[in-house]
């Protein structure tokens, strides 16, 4: 196919596809590049940097109907090779996009390119009051934590801030965070926890299981969740899930596959058919 590519300079195109990848390649259009096939444009892709994932170069495609028409693996070819062009001239590890579009012949083309989905995050609206929790005695010396308990002591913060890095940099082995740093992990754990459930187990100075829920405007959102041992989440959670469907209807937020301790909190409610599903896929050199 003879593919030709230009600057993006604002065409009047309907882009088809899923809304969720069309308003991601909206946010990130600086930049971004028309791909066109005898005069008709059929996708556009564009890229960033995720200050947070230094390493892997984030992209999103986007396609018209005519692209339907086309050899979708010639496309796929077509989209990626700027993509990774750009990637190893910016001295990045790999390319990563995270698309709500995890089924169509373009990303079945994309895989067979060498695209690999490495993460799969589902994003319900759980209510609150149908989680099954155990019922589970906490052993001598085991203290639960709200929200202020934590924020009133300096070491209860501090344990809570490295747990939740590095269960964080854990699930994201193959899209690394960047090194640790207290400035930018103490405001992400930190700022609008829910201040009356409990949010975590201590022993001594030691977290030693935390459930994060955050009040984003009038929405329950959560944050994480981990624990030395699935009893002790489970203990945890048998006390901070009843106390917040005491309070609230309902918890949003994202629940990822490669996230134990999150689907360990997920897996306390019923299926859910409705959930959204979104998967992040990758190329590494």
């Not at 899923?18 to 930049?31: N, P």
């Not at 079945?108 to 390119?113: D, E, H, V």
């Not at 596959?257 to 299926?271: A, I, K, L, T």
Request: proline share 6%; charged share 20%; with cysteine.
């Amino acid at each position: 196919m003879n593919f030709e590519y230009s600057p993006y300079d604002n065409p009047a195109v309907q882009w088809v596809g899923t809304a969720e990848d069309r308003a991601l390649f909206k946010a990130h259009r600086d930049g971004a590049t028309i791909l066109s096939c005898n005069d008709d444009i059929v996708g556009a892709l564009t890229t960033w940097r995720n200050p947070l994932h230094p390493y892997l170069m984030r992209f999103v495609t986007v396609t018209t109907a005519k692209a339907d028409a086309l050899p979708q693996a010639e496309l796929a070819d077509a989209l990626l090779t700027p993509v990774v062009d750009r990637a190893k001239n910016a001295g990045q590890r790999g390319i990563l996009t995270v698309s709500t579009d995890t089924q169509s012949a373009l990303r079945s083309a994309t895989i067979s390119r060498g695209l690999r989905r490495i993460r799969t995050t589902f994003k319900p609206k759980l209510a609150l009051k149908t989680a099954h929790t155990a019922t589970v005695s906490l052993t001598p010396g085991t203290r639960l934590l709200t929200q202020s308990d934590v924020l009133q002591s300096e070491p209860l913060s501090n344990a809570l801030i490295q747990a939740a890095y590095l269960t964080y940099q854990k699930r994201h082995e193959v899209d690394p965070v960047k090194p640790f740093a207290d400035n930018d992990w103490a405001p992400r754990i930190l700022t609008d926890l829910e201040p009356t459930a409990p949010l975590a187990l201590a022993q001594g100075d030691n977290i030693v299981a935390y459930c994060l829920t955050y009040l984003r405007g009038n929405r329950l959102e959560f944050g994480g969740a981990w624990g030395q041992d699935h009893g002790l989440l489970d203990g945890l959670l048998a006390y901070t899930l009843p106390a917040l469907a005491s309070r609230y209807p309902t918890l949003e937020g994202a629940f990822a596959d490669v996230d134990e301790g999150g689907m360990q909190v997920y897996m306390s409610f019923p299926d859910q058919a409705t959930a959204q599903e979104s998967a992040a896929f990758a190329i590494l050199f």
